[in-house]
């Protein structure tokens, strides 16, 4: 009996001892004391964004409308093949019957990481159809391939390069000419480093805006092409868009990209009435946090426009 009752004593000190320990280490800081609260919302000017950085132009004319940290570069991701897909139709002008052309897919390309065409080293297909496998379904193969294929029409005097680094070389001096300092490729997909301003990217969408098979493929939803396997075989693809947006009446493209180090990112295009709109986002802190930035943007920019339901 004494012992059952020492042990309850021990417990009901051993209780009381941290009771009175943890009301010793609670430290009460007064009210004067306190972190200072954030600013309230403001109730005028452009929605709060989770993107990084963001800019808006018109549509009709290409003048920058607003802006924020618009001139820092950032990670773009694969809004990269905005411009893969522009050099591709610009071969156009040297190479008329470019699109025409059936292009055999090589290995390297096929086996390149992340989002992808679904096509398979040898397969043969035509390059107006693989387009749409570079811009829907983001695929980084298609990039790769492009590359490969069209680079050596870019190729200039004796370069010792691969047609895939001659075609990216392209790239910079695309991006050169058209006066883009903030934008920067290492490669014709978005995997690795290529960086670009949000003011630098939505000139490039832009630009891309301008040609009539790129403002067609990227308000595609869904597109089914045929392609010729290895052995001659003929196999059926279908490719659906990455770009949520296009399930919104209004909305006709442009473009997604998502890696870890650029976080979400993403080129639109948008109607209201007659007025036109291109909005890029870029960093925002999850995809479907990309597609909310943008909204709100729209939202209020129509608004400051005069646009009205």
């Known amino acids: 009996m004494n012992v059952k009752t020492t042990r309850r004593g021990f417990l009901i000190a051993s209780g009381l001892s941290v009771g009175i320990a943890t009301l010793a280490s609670t430290k009460f800081v007064p009210a004067d004391e306190a972190p200072a609260k954030q600013k309230p919302d403001r109730l005028s000017g452009p929605p709060e964004v989770s993107a990084k950085a963001w800019a808006i132009i018109e549509g009709a004319t290409g003048k920058f409308l ?39 897919v090589p290995e390297a390309a096929a086996k390149t990481d992340g989002s992808s ?112 396997d290895a052995k001659g075989d003929k196999r059926q693809l279908t490719w659906s868009s990455t770009n949520r947006l296009l399930e919104i009446e209004g909305f006709d493209g442009i473009k997604t990209g998502t890696t870890t180090a650029a976080g979400s990112c993403l080129v639109s295009s948008g109607h209201r009435g007659k007025d036109h709109l291109i909005v890029v986002v870029l960093g925002s802190t999850s995809s479907e946090g990309r597609y909310v930035d943008t909204r709100n943007l729209y939202r209020w920019a129509w608004g400051e426009r005069g646009q009205t339901d």
């Open 117 to 228: 065409a679904k096509i398979l080293p040898g397969d043969r297909i035509q390059v107006r159809d693989l387009l749409y496998g570079l811009l829907l379904p983001s695929g980084n193969d298609a990039a790769a391939a492009f590359a490969e294929h069209c680079g050596e029409h870019y190729r200039q005097g004796g370069d010792p390069e691969s047609a895939a680094q001659v075609f990216v070389a392209q790239m910079n001096r695309q991006a050169k000419e058209w006066g883009l300092e903030q934008t920067r490729y290492f490669d014709p997909h978005g995997l690795g480093k290529n960086h670009a301003s949000a003011q630098n990217l939505a000139q490039i969408a832009w630009k891309a805006m301008q040609h009539e098979l790129f403002r067609k493929i990227v308000q595609t939803r869904r597109y089914e092409c045929e392609v010729l």
């Open 66 to 104: 607003w802006r924020d940290q618009e001139t820092k570069p950032q990670v773009m991701a694969s809004t990269t093949k905005i411009m893969t897909a522009w050099l591709v139709l610009d071969l156009q002008r040297k190479q008329p019957d470019i699109l025409d052309q059936v292009m055999t």
